[in-house]
């Protein structure tokens, strides 16, 4: 196992709010493969450092995470969040280069509710020619069914 480095980036301040993320670069020779990662958390809890000991574990093997904030249920509705992570999925694309990060190997993973959101984000439509090729998407464990109470 190597010993990863861990950076605390802003990307992104929306309504007077901060959103950042960590990134875990893993002690590697030459381009590793990154992942996107959005904490589950029931919507309402959880940040960053959730999954910090999953996260260092992938770095510690070579894979590299960056691992975001976004606005909460208690702070912002739907679709905030998802928009959240979808800014920073493509702020991390567009600043790959400037963070030393082969942009064909970024993918995207999320647990529980941030794999619901996960996939949210990656399911939506391309915004343009440089978005026209999708990544793979882990979604961990994801929130996929809502039952009413009579089931």
């Given at each position: 196992?190597?010993?990863?480095?861990?950076?605390?980036?802003?990307?992104?301040?929306?309504?007077?709010?901060?959103?950042?993320?960590?990134?875990?670069?893993?002690?590697?020779?030459?381009?590793?493969?990154?992942?996107?990662d959005a904490h589950g958390g029931a919507w309402g809890?959880?940040?960053?450092?959730?999954?910090?000991?999953?996260?260092?574990?992938?770095?510690?093997?070579?894979?590299?995470?960056?691992?975001?904030?976004?606005?909460?249920?208690?702070?912002?509705?739907?679709?905030?969040?998802?928009?959240?992570?979808?800014?920073?999925v493509r702020w991390f694309k567009a600043n790959a280069?400037?963070?030393?990060?082969?942009?064909?190997?970024?993918?995207?993973?999320?647990?529980?509710?941030?794999?619901?959101?996960?996939?949210?984000?990656?399911?939506?439509?391309?915004?343009?020619?440089?978005?026209?090729?999708?990544?793979?998407?882990?979604?961990?464990?994801?929130?996929?069914?809502?039952?009413?109470?009579?089931?």
């Amino acid at each position: 196992m190597t010993n990863p480095s861990v950076e605390d980036i802003p990307y992104r301040t929306i309504n007077g709010t901060e959103l950042k993320a960590w990134l875990y670069r893993p002690d590697t020779t030459g381009p590793a493969p990154f992942v996107v990662d959005a904490h589950g958390g029931a919507w309402g809890r959880g940040d960053r450092l959730s999954s910090e000991v999953i996260h260092r574990d992938f770095a510690e093997n070579g894979i590299g995470v960056f691992a975001l904030d976004f606005r909460l249920s208690g702070e912002a509705q739907f679709p905030a969040p998802v928009e959240d992570i979808n800014y920073g999925v493509r702020w991390f694309k567009a600043n790959a280069s400037a963070l030393g990060v082969e942009i064909s190997l970024i993918g995207g993973m999320g647990s529980s509710s941030g794999g619901q959101q996960m996939g949210l984000v990656r399911s939506l439509p391309p915004t343009n020619a440089t978005q026209q090729r999708k990544r793979p998407c882990l979604m961990w464990m994801p929130v996929s069914t809502f039952l009413s109470p009579a089931g």
